[in-house]
Each structure stands twice: as structure tokens, then as C-alpha cells.
């Protein structure tokens, strides 16, 4: 099946970076652009200054340059149907359509879909009114999770650790409106206890190639301190998911996962990224998100031996069934080197210097960057670059990272220093 010669990537963050470095390095060598793209992106790739909801701008784009092949990263516009859009223009696209994509824009359907094929997941319900979620907080211990419905820049997830920090969160979203739409109708969720993990598959209908697996580093402090973030760093393979674990995981998520979303009629084509959370019970279904993860994609595509964007290509054109998937035995490690403030207030526009040379096998992956009037590099978001490498061992692929790390210069760099660690600890 020879490969399209001309690709969009949609994005601007660390993720859409990956995409495009990946699609360059096909054996195609097809001719790749991005829009709206970032300061790294920029010095590899054309970019377009077409946001990635810009449903009709994207869609124009695409007819002007000619694309044979679109590859949507961020969750929004595959939310407000942006493949949709281009398969009616008759434009091939990677992700979801607006259907698929409900399973990362609405939690309660996620929820719903996951109790109705009796897949692992936390106990919940669901609530328009506060009286009621007051009511059913009494009856669950505590910490409890509060979830908007639907998308809120990853922030819509409050771990509350006690009845009042519940109270409080179901009534700003529900009164309150804090996340607007999003948080009209709120979930209500057991919270989970253990190890989180990522699993990444590339779906086709009811055929599917589990990826590598990854663990995420979500608070913003060493130690897991400090609040949520996007994600401050990631690994692979995440070892606390042996052989036998993942043989599970396969058969009572991944599988199971599938074959719901094509009973419910929907042809689903894309990533199914499944958050889980590895209890004592078992492994058990936090989310679905419906593209790449990031910081994620930044350390599963470098050790991807097969081509990903034959893969992506692949399963767009419901042909993944029976292709091998082939994974390089190398160990990644991918260092979110962010602007001092994030997930809060942060600053923008500071100049960025980068180490002249990078050791082997070392990626800076840009995410808030971009190019100043005068061409030069400089903040603009609150995870700036992401710092990978490979190596032979978890712990060769930290030191280049964080050499890296150490190496390069903007005024409020920071980053946390024990990405990696569970992992380095427990061998």
C-alpha cells in the first residue's frame, strides 16, 4: 500500500513535534506541514498559522496544499468533528470521528459504555443537581474523585481528599459553572489506588496493535508532589506491567475496550490511549482519550521499529489486520522541561538557548516554543520542550536526558529530577 506523499499534522505541542519528526523519517520521505505547529516544528517543517479548531481553515489548508493524509493530535478539533469534516471533503485523516471522539469529550459516556460491557473501572454515578451529589458523597469514603463531564484542558479531574474538598468541587462545577458546558453534569468516581499506566492502541474498526507501554509523571514536583499537570515526563517500557500483566490487560480492557466501541456502531480509527490504574484487584479503567498521549508519544514513537506513519496509514484505510508490529528493544525516557509557575501562572517569551550538540539518540521535542520576530527561539507555554532519549538501559536514557536538561537555557526553566525514578528504584 505505498504511503501518501503529502501530510498535515494538526497541533502545536510536544506530541505534534513527534508526529512530524516520525512522518520525516518515513521511508516515503513524503513532504510534511503543521498548523498551527511551534518554534521547533517550524525549523523542520512549514507551518500554517491555522488554529486546530479552525474546523474550515483546517479543511482549506488541506485542499490548498494538496494533502494526501491529515494527522490530527490534540483532542479538540476531533471533538467538534474536524475528520469528519475532512472525510467529506475527501480527505483521509487519522483520528476519530466526532463519535469515537465522544469517548474522551464525555466522561459519563466513557463511564456508561464501560459499566454496560462490564469493563474494570471505578464505582460512580452521575449528577445534574447538587442536592443529590451532596446526598451520594455521604455515602462514599473519602479521597473521592469530581469529574466534569466533558473536556476542560485537564482540569477537570479534583482528587478531593476530603468530604469538604468534594462539597466544594461538585458545587463549583454545578452552581458555580467554573468549567462552563463542561461541568453541567459532574462524575462522581471511587478514587483508585496503585500505579498509573498508559496504554496506547492503534484501532481499526475491531482490529488493533498494542503499543509499547508508558508511565506518566503527572504532578508537577519530585515525588509526586505539587498539583496536576499535562504531564512532566515519561518511560518505556513501564516494567510494573510484566508479561503476564499485560497478557490481562489485553484480555479484560484492550479487547474488551474494542469490541464495545464497535457494538455501539461506532467505526472507530485512530489511537485509543486507556488510562488504567493497576490495584490490588486488578488493572482498572481510569479514561479513555481518543489520540496520542503527551508526553507519552515522545518516548512510544522513537522506539517504534515499524514505521508509524505506515501504521497510521494503515488503520485509516481499515487495512491494520495483519501487519507486525516491531518494537526496538531500547529503553526512552522523555524529561517535560516546563516554564516555573506551570500548571498555575507562568511566564512567556523568554529566550531559549539549546546545547550545540546533543548526545546520541537524544530528541528535543518542542511544545510552548516559538519564533520571535527576529527568528529566535523563545517561550511560549507552560511545558516548553520535552527532552528524550534512548538507550540500552533506563538509566543511560536519563543521564543523556537529563545532560540535556542541565545543558540548555531559558529563565525560568524547570523540570522535575526523578522522572524515571519508581522505575530505577524498584530494579
Not at 506523499?5 to 521511508?27: D, F, Q, Y
Not at 462490564?118 to 469530581?146: G, H, K, Q, S
Not at 501504521?311 to 485509516?316: C, R, V
Not at 546533543?358 to 511544545?367: G, I, K
Request: with cysteine; glycine share 10%; aromatic share 6%.
Amino acid at each position: 500500500m505505498p504511503l501518501p506523499a503529502r501530510i498535515l499534522v494538526v497541533g502545536s505541542g510536544g506530541r505534534e513535534h513527534a508526529l512530524v519528526k516520525a512522518c520525516l523519517a518515513s521511508p516515503g520521505r513524503p513532504r510534511v506541514i503543521a498548523a498551527p505547529g511551534n518554534g521547533g516544528i517550524a525549523l523542520e517543517a512549514p507551518c500554517f498559522p491555522v488554529a486546530a479548531d479552525d474546523v474550515p481553515g483546517i479543511v482549506a489548508l488541506a485542499q490548498r496544499e494538496k494533502i494526501d493524509f491529515v494527522i490530527v493530535g490534540p483532542e479538540v478539533p476531533l471533538s467538534i468533528g474536524l475528520v469528519d469534516a475532512l472525510l467529506a471533503a475527501g480527505i483521509p485523516a487519522y483520528g476519530p470521528k466526532r463519535d469515537g471522539a465522544r469517548l474522551e469529550a464525555s466522561k459519563i459516556f466513557t463511564k456508561q459504555l464501560l459499566q454496560k460491557y462490564r469493563i474494570p473501572t471505578a464505582p460512580a454515578a452521575i449528577f445534574t443537581e447538587v442536592p443529590p451529589a451532596l446526598a451520594y458523597l455521604r455515602t462514599r469514603p473519602v479521597p473521592i474523585v469530581v469529574k466534569a463531564d466533558g473536556l476542560a484542558a485537564g482540569k477537570g479531574v479534583i482528587v478531593a481528599q476530603t468530604a469538604a474538598e468534594a462539597e466544594t468541587a461538585v458545587r463549583d462545577m454545578l452552581e458555580g459553572g467554573i468549567f462552563g458546558e463542561s461541568g453541567r453534569r459532574v462524575l462522581i468516581e471511587d478514587c483508585l489506588f496503585g500505579e498509573e499506566t498508559s496504554i496506547h492502541l492503534i484501532v481499526s474498526g475491531s482490529d488493533y496493535l498494542l503499543l509499547p507501554i508508558a508511565q506518566d509523571h503527572k504532578r508537577a514536583g519530585d515525588n509526586d508532589t505539587g498539583p496536576n499537570t499535562g504531564g512532566m515526563g515519561t518511560y518505556s517500557p513501564a516494567e510494573v506491567v510484566t508479561p503476564d500483566l499485560l497478557a490481562r490487560i489485553d484480555r479484560e480492557i484492550c479487547r474488551p475496550s474494542v469490541d464495545a466501541i464497535a457494538a455501539e456502531g461506532i467505526d472507530f480509527r485512530g489511537t485509543l490511549f486507556i488510562g488504567l490504574m493497576l490495584t490490588t484487584e486488578g488493572p482498572q479503567v481510569l479514561e479513555y482519550n481518543t489520540r496520542f498521549g503527551d508526553p507519552e508519544t515522545q518516548v512510544i514513537l522513537p522506539r517504534l521499529a515499524t514505521d508509524p506513519l505506515a501504521l497510521m496509514w494503515a488503520a485509516t484505510r481499515g487495512r491494520l489486520s495483519g501487519i507486525k508490529l516491531e518494537v526496538k528493544p531500547d529503553y526512552a525516557l522523555c524529561v517535560v522541561v516546563a516554564a516555573r509557575g506551570y500548571p498555575g501562572h507562568y511566564p512567556k517569551g523568554e529566550s531559549i538557548t539549546l546545547p550545540p550538540v546533543l548526545p546520541p539518540e537524544t530528541w528535543v521535542f518542542h511544545a510552548g516554543t516559538a519564533l520571535d520576530a527576529q527568528g529566535r527561539l523563545v517561550s511560549a507555554g507552560g511545558r516548553v520542550l520535552g527532552i528524550c532519549a534512548c538507550a540500552s538501559s533506563l538509566r543511560a536514557a536519563s543521564d543523556r536526558a537529563y545532560s540535556v536538561c542541565a545543558g540548555l537555557k531559558f529563565a525560568s526553566k524547570y523540570f522535575r529530577n526523578d522522572i524515571g525514578a519508581r522505575q530505577l528504584n524498584r530494579k
